[in-house]
C-alpha cells in the first residue's frame, strides 16, 4: 500500500510502498478515506513530541474511512461500513476502564500514528474492531476524521470535566483545529463565547461558527477586555490550547473566583504563582472517551457540527500540509483525502 513515510525528525515524508498492516485476531482493516492532522502530528514529526516514534513511521491519528478487512475475534462490522476510529487501544479491566474513563485507561497501548503504531497517513490502518465505530453513509468522511480527536478533546473537556451550563461565559485560547470545534459544542450547550487568538482570519472563522466575542491578543489586552465585557467578574471557564507562560497568564487573570481553567494544548513547562490562583480549578485534560464519541456521531449525524476543513491535501502532499500547520498558517483544519 501506498504511505506517507517519516523517516527522518523534520524531514519531508517519504511517499512509499509497505505491506498493507497485519489484522490482529480482534482489529479490522480500515481502506482510510480522510486523515486529519493535529498539531501533535507536528510535534511528533518534528521530534517535540514527549514520545519519539522510532523510524519509519506512520502519522495521523484522526482517521475516518471504510472497514476492508476482519479479523477472526472482531465483531458488529461489516466490509464496507463506514467508520471513525476511538484513539486510545484501552485494558477494559482497569478501574478507568470499569467506569467508562476510557481516555484514563492505565494500561493503553498506542494509538494509531503515536510512537508504536502506524497511522492513517496510508491507505490502510489496523486498528482495534472495538474502537472502529460506525458512522452513518451519508457523513462527509473529512467530518467523520475530525470527531475522534478535533471534536472529542474539546467536548470530554467542556462537558464531562468543566460542565459548562447554558448562559455561562467561556473563553477559547489558540483558535486552531480543535478550538473549532469546541465552539461548537461550547453554542450547542447555550454559552457565550468568546475567542482569543492573534490572526485575523483565525478569529474571522470563529465569528462565523458563531463566537459572540472575538478578540485579536496581538491588539488588545486580553485580561481587560474580558473584565470589561463582564462586568468585571472575568468568566466562568477558560478553555487552553495553547498553554505557554502568557496564555495561562492571561487565561487566569480572565477567571472569575471560582471559575475553572482546562489546559489543552501542551508545550513547555508553565510557571505558576499560587498566590494568584485564587479559588481557580485548574486542570488539564485528554482527549475524551468512547461515550464521548458516540454522542459526537449522534450529533453530527442530526446535522448539528459543521466541518472546520478549509483546506485539504494528497497523501503526497502530507508534508505541504504539516508545514502549514508548523507556521501557524492553517485557519481551521487541513486533512488528508487518500
Ligand atoms: N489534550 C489533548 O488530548 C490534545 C489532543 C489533540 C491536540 N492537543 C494539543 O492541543 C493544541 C492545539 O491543537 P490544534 O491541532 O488545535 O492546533 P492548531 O490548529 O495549530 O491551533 C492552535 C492555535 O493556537 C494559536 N497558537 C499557537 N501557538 C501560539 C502561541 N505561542 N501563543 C499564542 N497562540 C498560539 C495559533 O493561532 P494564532 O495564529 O491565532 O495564534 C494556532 O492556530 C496542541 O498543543 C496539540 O498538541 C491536545
Ligand atoms: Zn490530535
Ligand atoms: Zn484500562
Redesign the pocket.
Known sequence: MKAALMTEFGAPLKIGDVPEPQVGADDVLVKVSACG????D??LWTGRSPVKPSLPHILGHEIAGTVAGIGPNATGLEKGDPVTVYLYDTCDQCAACRAGRD?HCIAMKPYPGSAGRPGGFAEYVSVPSKNALKVPAELDFSLASLLP??FN?PYH?IVDLARVRFNETAML????????GGLQILKLVGARVIAV???ES??EMARKFGADIAIN?TKTDVVREVRRLTDGHGVDHVFD????P??LDQGVRSTRPGGKVV?????EPIPLNIGTIRFISLT????GTRQNLRDLIGLASAGKLKSQVTRTYGLDDATGALTA?SK?E????VVLRI
Open positions: 492532522v493535529c498539531y501533535s507536528v510535534k481516555n480527536d478535533a478533546t473537556a485560547m489558540g483558535i486552531g483545529g480543535l478550538a473549532m487568538s492573534r490572526t483565525k478569529l491578543s490550547f495553547v498553554t505557554t502568557q496564555t489546559f489543552l494544548g501542551y508545550s488539564s485534560s485528554r482527549n500547520l501557524g492553517v485557519t481551521g483544519r
